[in-house]
């Protein structure tokens, strides 16, 4: 019975939060001008993923070059061509011998004219010529006898002259995408060369062109020394750029020639499709493509690590290709901030079926956004149905698209809740056709709105719904992640496994496993119809965060952090309270004469604000609160537990006024 009161009265917590969010003024916002951005390109495959690069990058593009997907011989000098003015479109990938309807789709996007195909029909069949034929494309293929003779010709098709080339191997493709945007970018041919001989066919080419200087890409492992000595005694002046291993070229290169480092473009160094669709994106404004490995503890000391150090500052717009499969999000972290698990500022964002409050909220955060927020939590979804769909609170996708956009112009990850509690939650859990359309809702969501993932909600749960849970969390994570977004959940707080029974349905360990992070909602210690107390007291919150590194891996936990407060009053034989923000408690405390006084423990010396005070109804209440003091020793908690970081609820209770207690001490304590 205790249990079920307990449940009914986390309802009427979460409906009074709600109900009780509010913010000061509705006036058209003033956002920073300068922001650092993150987007990530990324489909269920390569080809996917070069579609979804040309989608975000292009808005029409009559010529597009058409590359084989699976093999990289014929494709390595395709970006030079892509950004000239032959061309001067988006490179796209298919598979040999079928044009893959989401290629063909984009090219019809792009209102497509003309492709270009590379390499011979043993490359990209005739099929896939034909097909496009019958679409109304008109195609030219460039192909020779060989991967050397190809790349020649596709530079001649490219460029009329060119007193200087790149030489790469033709045997391995990593050098040759590490210099490729840069060719692309100037208008200087990339060519191919075996380990012991330029062949003929770049011979030819270089003669054609009136090249006088060739840079070889790579060591002498890759390009042997008598190739050096072969253009030298042809009469080339010869130097190279190069490393021990691909990634130190990768890096040579961006040391030793001029890039616009305003955007970084980063991709995987162990594959070629992404870094060939890519490299056309980094030449469009000459920017630096950086490859990386798949293991983020051979980043940290190397020479990449010490070119984004040194250029990180100037970098305002990181550009990922590939999902998290392909960069995971440890490499991610250390791309963007210099660490595999930085502190990341989650705050809800709750404007509540309101464009212009959502809007509100952002224009109090100050200066450099992502200096106090990483990843907004914009709550548009609708309410959940019977049969286990959502859809938005707004009539239609259009306002959460553009609340995404928002969101990521700004440079956080916009990450959309789903909410859902009782009755109608306990049933879709147990079912699971109910739980696959949930799954579908979700997936549906994020695709429409283009947003960075998802974070899921649930309350007041019976216990026998933690299978159905966690099954639901398992197919979620196994749709999304592989996309690049984030998946996240909301769970009731927990100071060990056998207090708070009644949250049993929160299985910690399991949904730590198929989770990127797991805010935990370590407030409403007392809640709206308890007693009087705070609400997020320290001595507590430290004890939920002692058990939940039990379970969850420490990096992945984000503590709940409370912007409310409440004032409590007796109704009947119990309390009944409301919520306000920090601005109000002040302004309250200030406008009744009240002296705001800490209640302190003897672990706990800073303590929480609390006053009493007479209600216009003449009613006595009792306030505790937050404020900068007590946010800061909670704060302290992320060192003591190493954790992931922060899950602020919520922006609705931030204004003019708080925002000035609250936003310095985060940008102070996450960094």
């Known amino acids: 019975m205790f249990k079920t009161f307990k449940k009914s009265i986390a309802t009427m917590t979460l409906a009074s939060i709600l109900i009780g969010s509010f913010v000061f003024s509705l006036n058209n916002p003033v956002f920073a001008d300068q922001t650092k951005t993150y987007q990530r390109f990324a489909g269920d495959s390569r080809y996917e993923t070069a579609v979804e690069i040309s989608g975000k990058n292009w808005f029409e ?5 058409l590359a084989r997907g699976d093999s990289f011989p014929d494709a390595l000098a395709g970006a030079v061509l892509a950004n000239s003015p032959v061309a001067g479109g988006p490179l796209l990938l298919t598979e040999s011998n079928k044009l893959r309807p989401e290629v063909l789709q984009e090219m019809q996007r792009l209102h497509t004219n003309s492709v270009f195909i590379l390499g011979g029909t043993n490359a990209i069949s005739a099929d896939v010529e034909k097909n496009l034929n019958d679409n109304g494309i008109k195609t030219y293929r460039i192909q020779g006898s060989d991967r050397y003779e190809t790349a020649a010709n596709i530079a001649a098709t490219a460029l009329e002259n060119s007193s200087k080339a790149f030489l790469a191997s033709g045997k391995s493709y990593a050098d040759a995408l590490s210099i490729s945007s840069y060719a692309a970018a100037k208008g200087i041919p990339l060519l191919l060369t075996d380990n012991n001989k330029v062949p003929e066919a770049t011979l030819n ?44 070229t990768n890096v040579a290169i961006l040391n030793n020639l ?8 980063v991709a995987t160094g162990l594959a070629f499709p992404d870094a060939l669709a890519g490299s056309v994106l980094a030449a469009r404004e000459n920017n630096p493509i950086l490859l990386v490995p798949d293991d983020e503890n051979t980043i940290p000391g190397s020479p ?38 930085p502190r990341v500022s989650l705050q809800f964002w709750d404007g509540y079926a309101s464009k212009d409050t959502y809007e509100s909220q952002l224009s109090y955060v100050p200066g450099n956004f992502t200096d106090y927020i990483d990843i907004l939590v914009p709550n548009f979804a609708g309410v959940l149905q019977d049969d286990g769909s959502f859809t938005y609170s707004f009539s239609s996708a259009d306002t959460p698209k553009y609340l995404v ?55 007041v749960l019976d216990d026998n719904t933690q299978t159905g849970l966690t099954s639901l ?31 049993d349905e929160y299985n910690y360990k399991e949904l730590g496993k198929c989770t990127d992070y797991v805010q935990i909602m370590s407030y409403d210690k007392h809640y709206s119809t308890s007693e009087p107390g705070p609400i997020a007291p320290l001595d507590w919150v430290r004890q939920v965060m002692a058990y939940a590194v039990t379970e969850i891996p420490s990096e992945k936990i984000l503590m709940g952090l409370p912007y409310y407060g409440r004032a409590w009053k007796t109704q009947g034989s119990g309390w009944v309270s409301k919520a306000f923000g920090w601005a109000v408690a002040t302004q309250t405390a200030t406008q009744a004469g009240a002296r705001i006084t800490r209640e302190t423990t003897l672990t706990d010396p800073i303590g929480i604000p609390t006053f009493t005070y007479t209600d216009e109804d003449g009613s006595p209440r009792t306030v505790y609160f937050d404020d ?44």
């Not at 931030?654 to 960094?671: D, G």
Request: hydrophobic share 40%; charged share 20%; with cysteine.
């Open 61 to 65: 593009a009559y010529n597009v070059v």
């Open 205 to 248: 080419t270089l003669k054609k062109l009136g090249v006088t200087d060739v840079t070889l890409i790579g060591g002498e492992s890759a390009i042997g020394k008598p190739v050096a000595d072969q253009l030298a005694n042809a009469g080339y002046g010869v130097t190279r750029l190069s490393g021990s291993d691909r990634f130190q």
């Open 258 to 265: 001029q890039f616009d480092c305003n955007r970084l473009i």
């Open 304 to 341: 990449t690590a010490s070119y984004l150090d040194n250029n990180r500052a100037n970098i305002n717009h990181f550009m990922i290709l590939g999902g998290w499969s392909v960069i995971n999000y440890k490499v991610e972290n250390i791309v963007r901030t210099g660490k595999v698990n």
């Open 405 to 459: 956009s928002l969101g990521q112009s700004k440079g956080a990850r916009v990450v959309p809740m789903v909410k859902g509690n009782g009755a109608t939650a306990n049933l879709m859990l147990m079912d699971p056709a109910k739980r696959r359309t949930f799954a579908d809702s979700a997936v549906k969501m994020v695709q429409e709105t283009n947003a960075d993932g998802i974070l899921v909600d649930f309350e």
């Open 473 to 503: 969390m398992q197919d979620i994570y196994s749709r999304l992640h592989a996309k690049g977004k984030l998946v996240l959940i909301s769970v009731m707080s927990k100071t060990s496994a056998t207090n708070e029974s009644w949250y």
């Open 628 to 671: 900068r003091l007590s946010w800061g020793a909670k704060l302290g908690l992320l060192d003591d537990f190493s954790l992931g970081g922060i899950g602020g609820w919520s922006l609705g209770w931030v204004n003019e006024i708080s925002a000035p207690e609250l936003f310095p001490l985060l940008k102070e304590r996450m960094q």
